[in-house]
Antibody, heavy 121, light 115 residues
Framework: QVQLQESGPRLVKPSQTLSLTCSVSGGSISSGGYYYSWIRQHPEKGLEWIGRIFYTGATSYNPSLKSRVTISADMSENEFSLKLASVTAADTAVYYC?????????????WGQGTTVTVSS | DIVLTQTPLSSSVALGQPATIFCRSTESLVDSDGNTYLSWLQQRPGQPPRHLIY???NRYSGAPDRFSGSGAGTDFTLKISRVEAEDVGIYYC????????????FGQGTKLEVK
């Protein structure tokens, strides 16, 4: 069973770049069984899909964040990463790394526990 | 953009009683492939969400059979036949569009309390 663990700074200053890494255990990104995604959950608000990466390196991003987001993967370390540039207080959220399934599910299977990132000076 | 609106925003249901949550979309969720990618997720307190229902009415792996989904087009329902204490949490509907890329939007969530 795949397990995911997020890591990275919990506090980021406005205008800087938020960087998170998701370590994958119990399975290999390069096996191609899943897409690997990031989802965030704003305080007292709902969920927002940020984007995904496939083992081929192909990425897709939420259009609302596309200009600021980069998702990459390191197959040798079996981990994938999120970078979100030019952050503001609106980017304060719990960030989850998630395994994503295509059709017929078109949903999410395994979730990390989430990491809270606060944007503040 | 598709917007999903859930009602009620919160609900308090007695143990053993049924619970119903509604999700309405601003446009039809029937995909070009003929399928409807409407899912329901459960988020227990302090936990990440988990998938309960996919394609309107299919229970995901591990979802108890007291959970059922129904609906079509723009209107969807999640029903819990007999609420248990462990059902406390927030329930989200979620839709997936496939073109030009697969992406997801979520309802605002319904908080379920068990009394």
């Amino acid at each position: 069973q795949v397990q995911l663990q997020e890591s990275g700074p919990r506090l980021v200053k406005p205008s800087q770049t938020l960087s998170l890494t998701c370590s994958v255990s119990g399975g290999s990104i390069s096996s191609g069984g899943y897409y690997y995604s990031w989802i965030r959950q704003h305080p007292e608000k709902g969920l927002e899909w940020i984007g995904r990466i496939f083992y081929t390196g192909a990425t897709s991003y939420n259009p609302s964040l596309k200009s600021r987001v980069t998702i990459s993967a390191d197959m040798s370390e079996n981990e994938f990463s999120l970078k979100l540039a030019s952050v503001t207080a609106a980017d304060t959220a719990v960030y989850y790394c998630v395994t994503e399934l295509g059709p017929p599910i078109n949903g999410f299977d395994v979730w990390g526990q989430g990491t809270t990132v606060t944007v503040s000076s | 953009d598709i917007v999903l609106t859930q009602t009620p925003l919160s609900s308090s249901v007695a143990l053993g009683q049924p619970a119903t949550i509604f999700c309405r979309s601003t446009e039809s969720l029937v995909d070009s492939d003929g399928n409807t990618y409407l899912s329901w997720l459960q988020q227990r307190p302090g936990q990440p969400p988990r998938h309960l229902i996919y394609q309107v009415s299919n229970r995901y792996s591990g979802a108890p059979d007291r959970f059922s989904g129904s609906g079509a087009g723009t209107d969807f329902t999640l029903k819990i036949s007999r609420v248990e204490a462990e059902d406390v949490g927030i329930y989200y509907c979620m839709q997936a569009t496939q073109f030009p890329q697969r992406m997801f939007t979520f309802g605002q969530g319904t908080k379920l309390e068990v009394k």
